[in-house]
């Protein structure tokens, strides 16, 4: 998530009279992430009842400092295609209904749920309790594991499709755009980055079992709660917005890459361990998926590698973004190269 666009407040309460929800009480912008504009918003029901049957200030004044709801607002930025959203919004209604709790889309007072905002396409989604992970767990990984093979188990009759961008075809044009620049981040970044891609382009698996994938389960993306003297609870999943077909090892590779390192970039193979025990617990690899993870965790060491590379040569003026460093992923695509996996 990230701020792109600046919203003022009559620019939100404007957009959330297409909506049944409620009027705008407060709203901030939320800067972690790196791909939309996101706000989060509070809203008190625009018609309180009082015992009368009118509108009671009173009760309506109680409401708006103790019941106001929360919602996200998200603006699509140029990182998306237009005919990309009604996959998204999709995938979210479907795995939601499956027992996967993510965010509901909201549908407009007309029914749509994809409205535009400041010539945007945006969307309005329920909130999430609970918060990401800063100090990883045993218990976090467990429960990743767990959550991605359940996602990638209620997908399995998902009808609709959508090309992975941010695989080999997308990296061959990230490193494109990137070119000889990528050695401003560090010396010798672009040789680098240019025969990982050849290799993997020549390396690269097909006829996995595939589906759709979440293929962004970071720490900041997945939610526990946690109740003193009990272990974290997963509470849910956000931020759908690369969601797409490709194959469940990679978003597990994805996954393993995202949460297996500590906070100096340092492989932690118990962590490793436990998510992979708790995914095959739900759902065992095949013997063609268990070959070819360590090519695949080499491929999405590569994809973060790229997409941060990207976004650190090109800062968006005026964004409110926290950028991520993308030598953390050179780091883990050198690990992965050496085969040390488990």
């Known amino acids: 998530m990230a701020v792109y666009t600046p919203l003022s407040e009559s620019d939100i309460a404007a957009f959330l009279t297409r909506y049944n929800v409620g009027e705008l009480v407060s709203f901030s912008g939320i800067s972690e992430g790196v791909s939309n504009t996101n706000y989060l918003i509070n809203v008190i029901p625009s018609v309180v009842e009082g015992s009368n049957g009118d509108k009671d200030p009173s009760t309506r004044k109680l409401l708006a400092q103790d019941d106001t709801k929360k919602y996200i607002l998200t603006l699509f930025e140029k990182h998306y295609r237009l005919e ?47 918060a990401g992970v800063n100090k990883i767990t045993l218990d976090h990984v467990s429960q990743v594991g767990k959550l991605a093979a359940q996602m990638h188990i209620a997908g399995m009759d998902f009808a609709p499709t959508r090309e992975n961008r941010l695989s080999l075809s997308g990296w061959e044009k990230l490193i494109d755009d990137i070119g000889p620049r990528a050695d401003e981040i560090d010396e010798g970044l672009f040789r680098f980055i240019c025969d990982e891609y050849n290799y993997l382009s020549e390396h690269w698996p097909s006829g996995l079992p595939s589906g759709p994938v979440h293929a962004d389960l970071f720490p900041d993306n997945v939610f526990f709660t946690k109740v003193f003297g009990r272990a974290p609870e997963l509470s849910g999943v956000i931020d759908f917005y690369f969601a797409c077909h490709d194959f469940w090892a990679y978003d597990l590779a994805i996954c393993i890459n995202a949460w297996c390192f500590d906070e100096r970039h340092r492989f932690v193979p118990e962590r490793a361990q436990a998510m992979m025990a708790a995914y095959t617990d739900m759902r065992p690899l095949t013997p063609e998926e268990e070959a070819a993870l360590p090519l695949l965790l080499r491929g999405a060491a590569m994809r973060f590698l790229l997409t941060r590379a990207y976004d650190t040569l090109n800062p968006e003026e005026g964004a409110q973004i926290s950028l991520k460093d993308p030598m953390e992923y050179a780091v883990k695509l050198k690990f992965f190269q050496e085969g040390k996996f488990r």
Request: proline share 9%.
């Open 84 to 130: 990309d959203l009604p996959y998204f919004t999709a995938v979210m209604q479907w795995w939601r209904a499956r027992g996967i709790v993510c965010p509901e889309p909201l549908s407009m007072k007309d029914g749509r749920v994809l409205s535009v905002l400041k010539e945007k396409p945006a969307i309005l989604v329920s909130f999430l309790e609970g």
